[in-house]
T-cell receptor
Framework: AQKITQTQPGMFVQEKEAVTLDCTYD???????LFWYKQPSSGEMIFLIY??????QNATEGRYSLNFQKARKSANLVISASQLGDSAMYFC??????????????FGIGTKLQVIP | DAGVIQSPRHEVTEMGQEVTLRCKPI?????LFWYRQTMMRGLELLIY????????DSGMPEDRFSAKMPNASFSTLKIQPSEPRDSAVYFC?????????FGQGTRLTVV
């Protein structure tokens, strides 16, 4: 079984500063994928970034980067140059590899980020 | 691709009525998930399909809930009869390889 832990229920960051949102995971599978999603107050779930367990480099997408430390089983999301529009809930999620012909997504409980002007 | 499409976006119904939520996944994605989100319980996985076959429905709260995926491009989640405690946002998500996208959700209110 896999598990995702997000230990920061809420975070504040000053506009234009960088912020790191923590995510640790637990799995016995050697192959897996990690996702981050943003959920603004409007409610939609927005895909941000993906990291594969065998990827050699940390994933980056614009201002989002993933600090992937496989030995520590952590996949922290780094948002650089925070903007007011970054205020939202952020969810970390994991998928195991295709095994038995199916995949299942496991979500953390989320971190609420508030960007302060 | 237009992404994952859910309908309706909002549904208000009376207790006891049947409710059907619909989802069109992204073409080519082979897994589909139904989630329910509430303030109290957060995101709950209800059921997921792989290649149109239900794999795990252990998250379905009770027999009033049922889900089908008759083909690769369509899935439904049905609640019958609906109860006020079913009020939530219901998300459909489709997964293919390294992509996992959500629909915009259906906000269900049962009065």
């Amino acid at each position: 079984a896999q598990k995702i832990t997000q230990t920061q229920p809420g975070m504040f960051v000053q506009e234009k500063e960088a912020v790191t949102l923590d995510c640790t995971y637990d799995t016995s599978d050697p192959s897996y994928g990690l996702f981050w999603y943003k959920q603004p107050s409007s409610g939609e779930m927005i895909f941000l970034i993906y990291q594969g367990s065998y990827d050699q480099q940390n994933a980056t997408e614009g201002r989002y980067s993933l600090n992937f430390q496989k030995a520590r089983k952590s996949a922290n999301l780094v948002i650089s140059a925070s903007q007011l529009g970054d205020s939202a809930m952020y969810f970390c999620a994991m998928i195991p590899p295709l095994s038995g012909g199916y995949q299942k997504v496991t979500f953390g409980i989320g971190t609420k980020l508030q960007v302060i002007p | 691709d237009a992404g994952v499409i859910q309908s309706p976006r909002h549904e208000v119904t009376e207790m006891g009525q049947e409710v059907t939520l619909r989802c069109k996944p992204i073409s080519g994605h082979n897994s589909l998930f139904w989630y329910r989100q509430t303030m109290m319980r957060g995101l709950e996985l209800l059921i997921y399909f792989n290649n149109n076959v239900p794999i795990d429905d252990s998250g379905m709260p009770e027999d009033r809930f049922s889900a089908k995926m008759p083909n690769a491009s369509f899935s439904t989640l049905k609640i019958q009869p609906s109860e006020p405690r079913d009020s939530a946002v219901y998300f459909c998500a489709s997964l293919g390889g390294t992509e996992a996208f959500f629909g915009q959700g259906t906000r269900l209110t049962v009065v």
